[in-house]
């Protein structure tokens, strides 16, 4: 693994590194995309906390958003997905 590809993946790891974003990221890639309105009571946080867990996720390359109307729409990016299973293989 080269330092470049090493430092990308921490990146992607530290984006986890916290329950509710993990918790999001299950949800999503479960559901195949999902709107942001579900997600405060789906994790148990305010609104607000629920958009700064997702705005890292998004900043780190591991959700798509794309607003539709009054709601934000995410889903998983699968590449940034794969190159976390590939890492831990």
Do not use: Y
């Not at 996720?57 to 607003?67: S, Y």
């Amino acid at each position: 693994m080269q330092d470049g590809e090493a430092e990308d993946l921490a990146l992607l790891f530290k984006a986890l590194a916290d329950p509710v974003r993990v918790k999001l990221l299950n949800l999503i890639a479960t559901a195949g995309e999902a709107c942001a309105c579900d997600f405060p009571a789906a994790v148990g946080k305010s609104q607000p906390t629920t958009s700064h867990h997702l705005s890292l996720l998004v900043k780190a390359g591991l959700l798509h958003r794309e607003q539709r109307g009054k709601w934000a729409w995410f889903w998983v990016d699968q590449d940034r997905l794969g190159a976390l299973r590939a890492a831990l293989d």
